[in-house]
């Protein structure tokens, strides 16, 4: 089942093909014309096999940044130079932990929050995107789980602010916030 994206900067296809329901798919790009459509589609393939699941994160120039399960069945994220795409010259960003990485969005071009699900919680993390070194946990509220996906919250990340809700069915209420992040 295909799938596509482009790049932040809008000059790279993204094509994702994965294989039924598991977390597991290929990752081809192609480098987008200034204008129009190319006249044929010559992909480049990052990963033509179905070992693990890559999920574009975040770009800064040729360099893709991609959450995995590569060896990581927790997530963990790579750097991919597109000029040099081998295996052997991927290099890790963050390593796996102890707690799954649920979900990476990239604020201001190099800044990561990062979900980690932490003992039936999640928990956010400021990263920096380039090195993957920590610069602060981000204090919520406790509440069971931060849900993204499902109709229990949504979180949503703007520049630097985090706008949450969540609804927690073990305290039976609503709980709903800001925070001023990062800079």
């Given at each position: 089942m295909p799938g596509c994206e482009v790049s932040d900067c809008g000059t790279i296809l993204l094509v994702y093909i994965s294989k039924g329901c598991e977390p597991v798919n290929k990752l081809w790009v192609h480098d987008l014309p200034d204008q129009g459509l190319p006249e044929q589609f010559n992909f480049t393939k990052i990963v033509d096999n179905f070992d693990a699941e890559y999920d574009f994160i975040a770009n800064k120039g040729r360099v893709f940044y991609l959450k995995t399960n590569l060896k990581a069945d927790r997530y963990k994220l790579i750097?991919?130079?597109?000029?040099?795409?081998?295996?052997?010259?991927?290099?890790?960003?963050?390593?796996?932990?102890?707690?799954?990485?649920?979900?990476?969005?990239?604020?201001r071009g190099n800044l990561l929050v990062t979900c980690y699900m932490e003992d039936c919680v999640n928990r956010l993390y400021i990263h920096q995107l380039e090195s993957g070194s920590l610069i602060q946990a981000v204090d919520l509220p406790r509440a069971p789980s931060w849900d993204t996906a499902a109709e229990a919250g949504f979180l949503y990340v703007f520049q630097v602010h985090v706008v949450y809700q969540s609804w927690c069915y073990l305290l039976h209420g609503l709980i709903k916030g800001r925070r001023q992040l990062y800079g």
């Amino acid at each position: 089942m295909p799938g596509c994206e482009v790049s932040d900067c809008g000059t790279i296809l993204l094509v994702y093909i994965s294989k039924g329901c598991e977390p597991v798919n290929k990752l081809w790009v192609h480098d987008l014309p200034d204008q129009g459509l190319p006249e044929q589609f010559n992909f480049t393939k990052i990963v033509d096999n179905f070992d693990a699941e890559y999920d574009f994160i975040a770009n800064k120039g040729r360099v893709f940044y991609l959450k995995t399960n590569l060896k990581a069945d927790r997530y963990k994220l790579i750097s991919v130079d597109l000029d040099n795409p081998s295996q052997e010259n991927w290099k890790e960003i963050m390593a796996e932990k102890t707690s799954v990485l649920e979900w990476i969005g990239c604020v201001r071009g190099n800044l990561l929050v990062t979900c980690y699900m932490e003992d039936c919680v999640n928990r956010l993390y400021i990263h920096q995107l380039e090195s993957g070194s920590l610069i602060q946990a981000v204090d919520l509220p406790r509440a069971p789980s931060w849900d993204t996906a499902a109709e229990a919250g949504f979180l949503y990340v703007f520049q630097v602010h985090v706008v949450y809700q969540s609804w927690c069915y073990l305290l039976h209420g609503l709980i709903k916030g800001r925070r001023q992040l990062y800079g």
